[in-house]
């Protein structure tokens, strides 16, 4: 077999947690609800974390719990030094980070530094303090264009759609690069980097083991915000550099935040959100006097081919070896379609799903399990309008991210699966009767579930040496199969095909995601199907 080997890729580095952990991302609303009212918060996480360890994951990362209107689901922070009610109190928080230690898991919280919530004490004082007030340099104020200001100051469209600017009564705009209600911070005012470096503190003294930061590429704008020219911005993003993303002054922020974080004891780390538009860009924020991790969107976005994924395989690789930062590998989150349903949906979306759990925890580097991917959890694509909260949709209709929110099933036959205490009947986005055979529950006792396979995989990656962080090498393979090695005795097969293929036997079966039949020397892959093998053994 014709091998290709990543030769720059680090060494496994046994000490540096980050390197391979696997995170698991709790979108706290939609997680466990602890009080009953429908709504996950803390105490509900809290109570679930033996299930987590059980799992086999390293760490868990908690989407913003802060006190804020709800307006974006915790992403618009009204009060960064404190939990909103919905999610507990401080107290709870605190608890969650201990037991979570007490497990051995390590604990990672969103911060959110492009913006805060329109609530926020700041903005209600700079919309106060009216125009030319030094309370409004904290944020990015400016005058309109046309003849009475009544345009806004440029032409920067909000991701959510529409502009990205909203006129206050006395006439001058704010920027918002997302809802109107999360208006944008300005980090040219030293304010705002010394408040962000006491909220971080703050949860750093509390014990959290690192931060995701929310936007990581969008904090500095361009001087003067010049105009970009064309309409239809959404369509740019993650694909050009934009005058208000992915600008050289960020770098500054996360090397000042790099150095905060290595001043604590522990390892504590910084992951970037950051939509760059090219694997190069995304490296800069890995440097090694940046952030530890950024997450790789080019993975999430690449459809179910095995040419592209093994050239976007290739390339996160290639980019990250350089600066020294380990790849990181993710398939769903809260802001994207579910995976189950972007490779197909049905019975081929979820062999495809339990197919890429093997490939992407086989992979060299850290990787993140969107809560309920364990299930096998497709989109909610038929939620009625009256019920879709998410703030994009809103603004600008389409599917939205409100289907890949939807509470995770628990237990028991009907919704609300015990996704709350007994008796608690409705959920804040409602459940699918359908999801009845992919309760935790259900699952738990079937080796053939999706949740076992997770379980097994994950216990395997962390027992054995060539799995994490390292090497990887591909092996020569049919067209629309990948098969790569790792260490000495490791191989991993996948037949992205809808047809069954036959390859030469890699070594003992270890686990797989699909029947594999064994023929003499032979075995033959199921369509849509991964395999772990133990080489060397044949
Ligand atoms: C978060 C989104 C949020 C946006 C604005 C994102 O990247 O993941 O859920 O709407 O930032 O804060």
């Not at 919280?109 to 903005?123: E, G, K, L, M, Q």
């Not at 992979?363 to 909260?389: F, I, K, N, T």
Request: one cysteine or more; glycine letters at 10%; aromatic letters at 10%.
């Amino acid at each position: 077999m014709t091998e290709v080997v990543h030769e720059a890729h680090q060494p496994k580095a046994a000490t540096r947690w980050w390197r391979d952990a696997v995170i698991y991302q709790v979108y706290v609303r939609s997680f466990a609800d602890g009080d009953g009212d429908g709504v996950g918060d803390l105490v509900g996480a809290r109570g679930r974390l033996g299930y987590l360890a059980d799992l086999g994951v390293d760490a868990v990362w908690l989407t913003p719990f802060y006190t804020s209107p709800m307006a974006d689901f915790g992403y618009d922070v009204a009060d960064y030094r404190d939990v909103d009610p919905v999610f507990g109190t401080l107290a709870d928080a605190r608890a969650l980070i201990d037991d979570a230690h007490a497990y051995g898991m390590r604990v990672i919280i969103d911060v959110v530094p492009n913006h805060t919530s329109d609530r926020h004490a700041w903005f209600a004082a700079a919309v106060q303090a009216g125009p030319g007030a030094p309370e409004r340099g904290r944020y990015i104020f400016r005058p309109g264009r046309g003849a009475s200001g009544e345009l806004p100051p440029n032409d920067w469209e909000s991701v959510f759609g529409g502009p990205a600017w909203t006129r206050l009564p006395d006439g001058e705009w704010y920027l918002h690069l997302f809802d109107h209600r999360q208006p944008d911070l300005n980090w040219d005012s030293p304010e705002v980097h010394e408040e962000f470096t006491a909220i971080l503190r703050f949860w750093l003294d509390l014990g959290v083991d690192g931060f995701r930061v929310d936007v990581a590429h969008g904090m500095v704008k361009a001087p003067g915000l010049p105009d970009i020219g064309t309409a239809g911005q959404v369509e740019l993003l993650g694909t050009a550099v934009l005058p208000y993303f992915d600008q050289e002054g960020v770098h500054e922020i996360h090397r000042g935040w790099r150095r905060l974080l290595d001043s604590y004891e522990g390892e504590r780390i910084g992951v970037a959100e950051a939509w760059a538009p090219t694997q190069e860009r995304l490296a800069r924020y890995v440097r090694p006097d940046e952030l530890h991790q950024a997450f790789n969107f080019h993975f999430l976005k690449a459809p179910w081919d095995a040419a592209v994924m093994r050239v976007v395989i290739d390339e996160s690789i290639a980019t990250v070896s350089p600066v020294g930062a380990p790849s990181t590998w993710v398939l769903s989150n809260h802001d994207v379609k579910r995976h189950v349903t972007r490779y197909g949906g049905g019975e081929a979306g979820v062999r495809r799903a339990r197919a890429a759990a093997l490939l992407m925890l086989a992979l060299p580097g850290s990787a993140y399990v969107y809560q309920g991917e364990e299930l096998g959890l497709p989109e909610v694509l038929d939620l009625p309008d009256e019920v879709c909260r998410d703030p994009q949709r809103l603004r600008a209709p389409g599917d939205g991210r409100d289907g890949c929110r939807v509470p995770i099933p628990w237990a028991h036959a009907e919704p609300p699966f015990g996704f709350g205490p007994p008796g608690v009947a409705d959920t804040w986005l409602p459940m699918p009767r359908s999801w009845a055979p992919l309760t935790v529950e259900a699952q738990a006792g079937d080796p053939g579930s999706t949740l076992s396979l997770y379980r097994a995989a994950l216990r395997l990656r962390r027992g054995h040496a060539a799995l994490g962080d390292g090497t990887m090498r591909w092996h020569g393979s049919p067209p629309g199969t990948l098969v790569f090695g790792r260490g000495e005795d490791f191989v991993c097969t996948v037949n992205m095909t809808g047809e069954p293929v036959e390859l030469p036997r890699p070594g003992d079966l270890l686990l797989a995601s699909a029947p594999v039949a064994q023929r003499g020397r032979s075995v033959v892959l199921a369509a849509d199907s991964a395999a772990w093998w133990a080489a060397g053994r044949a």
